[in-house]
């Protein structure tokens, strides 16, 4: 069965440094999602991204993120600045274009702020 | 998107039918209901959805009131592996899913 791939699947950052978190989408998916769950909390949406460019944002996506479809393969969360508060496991998710599918995530990067 | 509503955890015995309700009466006549699952602090997993038909596929069956204010999901014979919070989310467009606490599902031996 198709996979959403995540890598790395943990990351320890100082605080202040950027990083780049990694997402290989199913082949034919064209909607592509960022999620994160801080540990003990509910999955919180980030952002959605569509024809190569950002569908919807929460208001947790400041500009502090950045995301990327830079090859038409991959799928980049980035963020510039680290803070503490972002230590969360970051899920990436695609879709196909209709609405008869569900969307498939992966099995997430834990992302910790030192 | 509709808010819903779910009991908080729920106890199942293993083989046995495990009915998970939810409870969505703001629905609107265009979102459908999504239940997804995590199982320890992996990704959440698409289980099934519907619109308003009952549906069923490999892993789950999908019962939808008449009103469609509430919603069963239904495991036949649930196993240790069903162990995990279950997520019950209606939507309307393509952009996000909001996830809620869930039902702590733990099927027991």
């Known amino acids: 069965e198709p996979e959403v791939t995540q890598t790395p699947s943990h990351q320890v950052t100082q605080m202040g440094q950027e990083v780049i978190l990694r997402c290989v989408p199913i082949?034919?998916?064209?909607?592509f999602y960022w999620y994160r769950q801080i540990l003990g909390q509910k999955v919180e949406f980030l952002v959605s991204?569509?024809?190569?460019?950002?569908?919807?944002k929460s208001e947790i996506f400041d500009d502090q993120f950045s995301v990327e479809r830079p090859d038409g393969s991959n799928f980049t969360l980035k963020i510039r600045s680290t803070k503490l508060e972002d230590s969360a496991m970051y899920f990436c998710?695609?879709?196909?274009?209709?609405?008869?599918?569900?969307?498939?995530f992966g099995s997430g990067t834990r992302l910790t702020v030192v | 998107d509709a808010k819903t509503t779910q009991p908080t955890s729920m106890d199942c015995a293993e083989g046995r039918a495990a009915n998970l309700p939810c409870n969505h009466s703001?629905?609107?006549?265009?979102?459908?209901v999504y239940w997804y699952r995590q199982i320890h602090s992996q990704g959440p997993q698409y289980i099934i959805h519907?619109?308003?038909n009952n549906e069923t596929n490999e892993m789950a069956s999908l019962i939808i009131t008449e009103d469609r204010k509430s919603s069963t999901l239904i495991l036949p014979h649930a196993t240790l592996r069903d162990t995990a919070v279950y997520y019950c989310?209606?939507?309307?467009?393509?952009?996000?899913?909001?996830f809620g606490a869930g039902t702590t599902v733990t099927v027991r031996a």
């Open positions: 998710a695609s879709k196909r274009t209709d609405q008869n599918y569900g969307y498939t």
């Open positions: 082949s034919n998916h064209l909607y």
């Open positions: 991204f569509y024809n190569n460019e950002i569908s919807e």
């Open positions: 703001t629905i609107s006549g265009n979102e459908y």
């Open positions: 519907g619109l308003k």
């Open positions: 989310i209606v939507r309307a467009n393509d952009y996000k899913l909001s």
